[in-house]
């Protein structure tokens, strides 16, 4: 059963690292493909040409999340606080799916579309920022996961000062779709190491 239960969470890691790699990958793509966009939020590059792959992008994220959720319930860390963190992760997951299906409005009026995908970014930003809080706080306890606290933390530290400058940037109208890439970065990065750490987790374990 113990074995079972490791190569499932190895799977799930495995998939998770894909799915954000390719996150970040069409992230970049997208400012080769749309040059004239690197002044816009990122979620603009899912309107217009090429807009599938901006798509594909939130759908990998969402997947990611998805497989980092499982493989966390099944191989991360058991305090409440962490428990409550994973389940953040699942409300990312399903956000993330909304800001696929819904658009969001690169010019006004602002459309019904539109609005849902706002209102998914605003449940998107604050769910990630509280996960990856709890989490990083968790990964205190258990012997495997102590020695990646101090990572986790400082990715979680990078997500917090992205947070602090979109927001600011986007109340001053002033660099707020760089401080909006960096804040993505920061999430991606934080899902990225942490899915690599799970799968190191998972890997010590199948050896013993």
Same mark, same amino acid.
């Given at each position: 059963?113990?074995?079972?239960?490791? $190569?499932?969470?190895?799977?799930?890691?495995? $998939?998770?690292?894909?799915?954000?790699?390719?996150?970040?990958?069409?992230? #970049?793509?997208?400012? +080769?493909?749309?040059?004239?966009?690197?002044?816009?939020?990122?979620?603009?590059?899912?309107?217009?040409?090429?807009?599938?792959?901006?798509?594909?992008?939130?759908?990998?994220?969402?997947?990611?999340?998805?497989?980092?959720?499982?493989?966390?319930?099944?191989?991360?860390?058991?305090?409440?606080?962490?428990?409550?963190?994973?389940?953040? #992760?699942?409300?990312?997951?399903?956000?993330? +799916?909304?800001?696929?299906?819904?658009?969001?409005?690169?010019?006004?009026?602002? $459309?019904?579309?539109?609005?849902?995908?706002?209102?998914?970014?605003?449940?998107?930003?604050?769910?990630?920022?509280?996960?990856?809080?709890?989490?990083?706080?968790?990964?205190?306890?258990?012997?495997?996961?102590?020695?990646?606290?101090?990572?986790?933390?400082?990715? $979680?530290?990078?997500?917090?000062?992205?947070?602090?400058?979109?927001?600011?940037?986007?109340?001053?109208?002033?660099?707020?779709?760089?401080?909006?890439?960096?804040?993505?970065?920061?999430?991606?990065?934080?899902?990225?190491?942490?899915?690599?750490?799970?799968?190191?987790?998972?890997?010590?374990?199948?050896?013993?």
């Amino acid at each position: 059963m113990k074995d079972s239960k490791t $190569t499932s969470s190895t799977l799930f890691a495995t $998939t998770a690292i894909a799915c954000f790699a390719y996150g970040a990958l069409a992230l #970049l793509m997208m400012h +080769v493909l749309r040059p004239e966009y690197a002044n816009h939020m990122v979620s603009d590059y899912a309107v217009g040409r090429y807009g599938w792959v901006m798509t594909t992008c939130f759908l990998a994220m969402s997947i990611g999340c998805v497989m980092l959720l499982l493989g966390l319930l099944r191989s991360g860390p058991s305090s409440a606080v962490a428990r409550l963190g994973t389940f953040l #992760l699942g409300i990312v997951s399903v956000g993330l +799916v909304i800001s696929a299906i819904f658009p969001t409005d690169v010019k006004r009026p602002v $459309t019904h579309s539109g609005y849902i995908h706002f209102i998914s970014f605003l449940v998107n930003v604050g769910s990630i920022l509280l996960a990856a809080m709890l989490l990083s706080a968790g990964f205190r306890s258990p012997p495997r996961w102590r020695t990646y606290q101090r990572t986790a933390v400082a990715l $979680t530290l990078l997500i917090v000062l992205g947070f602090g400058l979109q927001f600011f940037t986007i109340v001053w109208r002033w660099h707020y779709a760089l401080a909006n890439r960096f804040f993505i970065m920061a999430v991606l990065a934080w899902m990225f190491v942490t899915s690599i750490r799970l799968r190191a987790v998972t890997t010590d374990s199948a050896r013993e």
